[in-house]
């Protein structure tokens, strides 16, 4: 086949793409739907509850993928799953557009959250079934079907940014919903003709016979390896996520967003993390293969290490952005360019491109074959605990204040990344050849 993808690759990268527009789009909306005024047609909530809200949402966006792996590898197999999830989280997005309440709400973040956990980690296992496990090709094409996640979640805050802004946010959320019903006809219109039999069939049902084999101990060490640096992720996506609430609200008040007569909408900054991975993941990409071939290319740890360590760079800018609001009020915040944040989304997309499409393929490659889906879970089980953490560090800016909140998370970050280095040698040889 040589270094040609299988088709199959680019259908699952429109449905993410597809379901990733319609996260995303809602994403950049939440925190400012909760926290603006209901005249402005918003929920009226304070700031802090509102990223508490928007924390435990984003998180057990995260937990439910390991009740839906589960599911998936012992009952109804990934493609039913992934239909399954896709219709809910439709309905949630416009169980959000339908009514501004409380009650219509927390069922739409509800819809979403169960929606996620059948379609998340399924689809992510079926990409890496159309590699054989020592295919040279399935980092690569993690990176590409990473590259479509990106694709929808900078499409997403433009477009419904801008109708939320014209129309209103109830109008933002069904754009959303949309988003999900396009990728859900593109998967159902032509799954069949280019995956063939790939997750029609619970994994349980495949491997009946391995089902009581138990774990090699290569198998469970590699299995201890996922877990180990899945706790370091919890650290990056914690810091990662504040994108959505403490960096969005900081924005909102503190940035200056004029360009000429025209003002940037808040919601347009989510579009910046997107925008510099769809440029910066094809570079990197290169870069790893040049350095494969020249037998220097660094281990995933150390990737991981090294995206820990940007991440706390990024904050620093932010940091020194606090630094230079510091004395306005409330009616007249002092605001500094935007350069400021923008920088702070460049480090932070390249510290995510070391970390999270290498994460994906790592677990694919780890993971014991009878318990895939279940691992990828488990992977997204860090993000869980990750967002929660993020919702509450954010909560306390209005106590603390952003540039404690900020400095503190550029410290531990950098921290964090000093000790997945010193573990470096030892997970290695934990993987017994695949890191």
């Not at 959250?113 to 998340?120: Q, Y």
């Not at 399935?138 to 990176?143: E, P």
Request: proline share 3%.
């Amino acid at each position: 086949m040589g270094n040609r993808h299988p088709k199959g690759l680019y259908l699952l990268f429109a449905t993410e793409m597809w379901e990733r527009f319609s996260y995303y789009g809602m994403r950049s909306l939440l925190v400012l739907y909760l926290t603006k005024s209901v005249l402005e047609g918003g929920m009226g909530i304070s700031s802090s509850d509102a990223s508490l809200i928007y924390g435990y949402f984003t998180g057990f966006v995260y937990f439910t993928p390991m009740i839906g792996g589960w599911l998936a590898d012992n009952y109804l197999g990934q493609r039913k799953s992934i239909v399954i999830g896709a219709i809910l989280m439709m309905l949630g997005q416009w169980s959000l557009s339908y009514e501004a309440s409380l009650t219509y709400l927390f069922i739409g973040l509800l819809l979403l959250i169960v929606g996620n956990g059948f379609f998340k980690p399924n689809i992510s296992v079926i990409v890496g079934d159309l590699y054989d496990p020592t295919d040279s090709r399935r980092d690569a094409a993690f990176t590409i079907f990473y590259m479509g996640i990106n694709v929808g979640a900078f499409l997403a805050p433009l477009l419904t940014g801008y109708v939320a802004l014209k129309y209103g946010y109830s109008y933002g959320f069904l754009v959303a919903g949309l988003g999900m019903f396009v990728g859900l006809l593109v998967y159902l219109a032509l799954g069949n003709k280019y995956l063939g039999d790939i997750g029609k069939y619970p994994s349980k049902a495949k491997d009946a016979l391995d089902d009581d084999t138990p774990l090699t101990k290569e198998e469970k060490d590699r299995t201890l390896v996922i877990l180990v640096i899945a706790i370091f992720c919890i650290c990056f996506f914690a810091g990662f996520e504040q994108a959505g609430s403490s960096m969005t609200l900081f924005t909102n008040t503190h940035v200056d967003r004029h360009i000429g007569s025209f003002e940037v909408p808040t919601e347009w900054f989510q579009s910046i993390n997107p925008l510099f991975i769809v440029v910066l993941a094809p570079i990197l990409s290169a870069l790893w293969t040049y350095l494969s071939k020249r037998g220097v290319e660094p281990s995933i740890p150390v990737k991981m290490a090294f995206g820990m360590i940007l991440l706390g760079v990024g904050f620093i800018f932010l940091y020194v952005a606090n630094c230079n609001v510091v004395g306005g009020s409330v009616d007249e915040p002092i605001k500094v360019g935007m350069s400021f944040v923008v920088f702070a989304y460049l480090f932070h997309t390249i510290g995510e491109l070391c970390l999270s499409p290498i994460g994906l393929s790592m677990v694919s490659k780890l993971s014991p074959v009878k318990f895939a889906s279940i691992m990828m879970g488990v992977w997204f089980l860090s993000s869980f605990f990750a967002n929660i953490i993020g919702g509450y560090v954010a909560s306390l800016i209005s106590s603390l204040g952003a540039g404690t909140i900020f400095l503190s998370l550029s410290i531990f970050s950098i921290f964090i990344g000093g000790c997945l280095l010193f573990l470096n040698k030892w997970l290695v040889n934990k993987s017994h050849g695949i890191l």
